[in-house]
């Protein structure tokens, strides 16, 4: 059938990743740094996601397409263990405007004295897996933290002993997909010619899908890049390095 349905520039892209989270039904997805259709009939051809390319690389057009299937939109989705709001109603929000890829300074600082506050040493972002862009500049010649979210909140000198000067990624492998933080992960050790990987987790067995996810990634990149495992303990020690 004719319809409207998604067309996305491969030129124009940069796979900087907006529009993933802003397209519900979860048809759009990066491929060798590149934003994809995943299927006609996964698009329902409404265009909440070309608010959200700076490249203006997503455009809506006519041509012939499978009907677009709610059916297996839901399938779909669960299957990537997403949480979706109903299908079948427009989405007006987009993505959200605080997934876009920045990179920063971090402070040089790293020790507070008495009376003085701490300085974070966060260098970019998003730093949620989900959302960091996998070919973000950040991540060229960079040492790559992945961290299971849980990590800094038990480990207190997380920013001056684990972060700095480090590029960063969490996520929480209990939660979350990890199949698709396999997937993610190996887009962007593909794309980025990475320093160092150091991958923090706790010291709860859930916690090694995130160590998992990772030496998977790295051997289906096919690159040789010096990985480390750090585990913490829930009291806030570290238990093994």
């Known amino acids: 059938m004719i319809r409207k349905i998604v067309q996305i ?8 990743g907006l529009c993933v989270p802003a397209c519900a039904e979860g ?11 995943s299927a006609d009939n996964l698009c329902d051809g409404l265009g909440a ?4 390319c700076p490249q203006d690389a997503i455009a ?6 499978d009907e677009f299937d709610e059916a297996a939109v839901e399938t779909h989705l669960k299957e990537n263990k997403k949480v979706s709001a109903p299908v079948a109603e427009p989405h007006h929000h987009g993505g959200c405007p605080g997934a876009r890829a920045m990179s920063f300074g971090a402070s040089s600082s790293t020790a507070a004295g008495k009376g003085e506050s701490a300085q974070s040493q966060l260098r970019q972002w998003p730093v949620q897996l989900n959302l960091v862009p ?8 960079a040492d790559l933290l992945i961290t299971a979210d849980c990590v800094p909140f038990a ?16 996520g929480c492998p209990k939660l979350d997909d990890n199949q698709h933080y396999r997937d993610k992960l190996t887009e962007l ?18 916690c090694g899908g995130i ?11 096919g690159k040789e890049i010096p990985f480390k495992e750090v585990t913490i303990g829930i009291r806030g020690d570290v238990v093994q390095d």
């Open 9 to 16: 520039d491969q030129k124009k892209c940069n796979g900087c």
């Open 27 to 37: 048809a759009i997805r990066i491929v060798d740094g590149k934003a994809v259709l």
């Open 49 to 52: 996601c070309l608010g959200d």
């Open 60 to 65: 809506i057009i006519e041509r012939e397409a």
């Open 134 to 141: 996998t070919t973000a500049p950040y991540f060229q010649n």
């Open 155 to 170: 480990y207190a000198d997380y920013h001056r002993e684990f972060l700095a000067g480090k590029a960063v990624v969490v």
């Open 189 to 206: 050790f593909k794309a980025s010619s990475l320093k160092s990987i150091t991958v923090l987790r706790m010291e709860v067995p859930c």
């Open 211 to 221: 160590v998992m996810a990772a030496r998977q990634a790295l051997a289906a990149s």
